[in-house]
């Protein structure tokens, strides 16, 4: 079935139609990953995007339902040159276009996706539509600029909180949109996690007493999240050890005075080199998902200090607190299928919790 990709400034795809027939709108963003594509339609940060794939083949090795990033697909379309029907690896139990039709995810295979990757990078993020139907991009291009993904924290949270025990130390979890392998490295380390949804008030999480407390990743713009900044500004004026990544990264920032605004484009993908800038210079490379930075030229130094930056364009890719156990990173040091460089910053926090009240 033939299917189109219509973006917002009049720019149209025709290619075939892949996973649901149903119509999509949404923000068009695309992933410079070679791997790890089930992790991509998993990972709750893409809640209210479409994502184009820049490798040009996908699903060649199947969908292997323990790599899921959460429960569930959070993206809302997806974008892809090749799609392989016929997948060869021992552990798949799984095509791409079942996965995507059972989870009702439209999709679009066979266009240039290389030509659409330029045009985002050149033009800047743009809202799309993806359809099977017969439509005149002047009928839509109202409905399509209209589209905002709006609040999409409150719709990947988790609805209660959830415990895994663990013989160290305690660790509260704000889950923003939490990837399943940020609480399961922190149980590989033998901390018990306690995961609350993201309209927690700070007094329950400091009234269970943790050791440390981590912002997780999660989706959209971060000033929207205004009441949960109100919360972390309360846990920051605690004296409990926090690790913040990504979306929590960004909040811990508005929370405590600096900006955010939104990149032209965006950082996705598992090749991102990030510089150490309290270390030696080290430079790692990283996986990455976001669509909005932290200012660091509104980041107060006696507040907090730059701790990484972005090789390729110098953004600010992680704060260390001035007088705080506190360190918060824009960058997946869980990162799966990888890479996994900056995994040791789960050491990192568990060292930081020894000073805390349960050591």
Not at 322 to 333: D, R, S
């Amino acid at each position: 079935m033939k299917a189109s990709l219509i973006l917002e400034d009049g720019t149209v795809f025709q290619g075939t139609s892949i996973g649901s027939t149903r119509t999509c709108i949404s923000e068009i963003v695309f992933n410079t990953s070679m791997t790890g594509y089930l992790e991509v339609l998993t990972d709750p940060s893409y809640a209210g995007q479409a994502v184009c794939m820049t490798y040009p083949l996908i699903g060649n090795y199947g969908i292997c339902y323990e790599d899921m990033e959460s429960l569930q697909p959070w993206t809302d379309g997806y974008i892809v040159r090749e799609l392989s029907r016929v997948p060869s690896n021992f552990r798949s139990e799984d095509t791409i276009q079942h996965f995507l039709v059972k989870n009702d995810i439209p999709g679009i295979a066979g266009i240039d996706t290389r030509a659409l990757t330029r045009l985002l990078r050149e033009k800047g993020t743009m809202n799309g539509m993806i359809t099977t139907e017969d439509v005149r991009y002047e009928d839509v291009a109202d409905q399509i600029r209209a589209y905002t993904t709006g609040k999409v924290v409150e719709k990947v949270t988790c609805p209660e909180i959830q415990h895994f025990s663990g013989a160290k130390k305690k660790v509260a979890m704000l889950d923003l949109g939490v990837k399943k392998d940020i609480p399961d490295n922190l149980r590989k380390r033998g901390c018990d996690v306690t995961i609350y949804p993201a309209d927690t008030k700070a007094e329950v999480i400091l009234a269970s007493d943790p050791d440390g407390i981590m912002l997780t990743n999660g989706p959209g713009d971060p000033k929207e999240c205004t009441e949960i900044i109100k919360e972390i500004r309360k846990l920051y004026e605690s004296d409990v050890p926090i690790f913040a990544i990504c979306l929590g990264h960004q909040l811990m920032a508005l929370a405590t005075g600096a900006d955010t605004h939104k990149m032209k484009y965006g950082h996705r993908g598992g090749n991102h080199p990030v510089r150490d800038l309290m270390g030696d210079g080290r430079v790692y490379i990283t996986s990455q998902n976001h669509g909005y930075v932290v200012d660091v030229d509104t980041v107060d130094p006696k507040i907090a200090v730059p701790a990484f930056e972005n090789v390729n364009d110098g953004t600010n890719e992680g704060l260390s607190y001035i007088g705080k156990n506190i360190f918060t990173v824009q960058f997946h040091p869980e990162a799966c299928p990888g890479p996994q460089d900056s995994n040791f910053l789960f050491d990192r926090f568990v060292e930081m919790m020894k000073g805390a009240k349960h050591a």
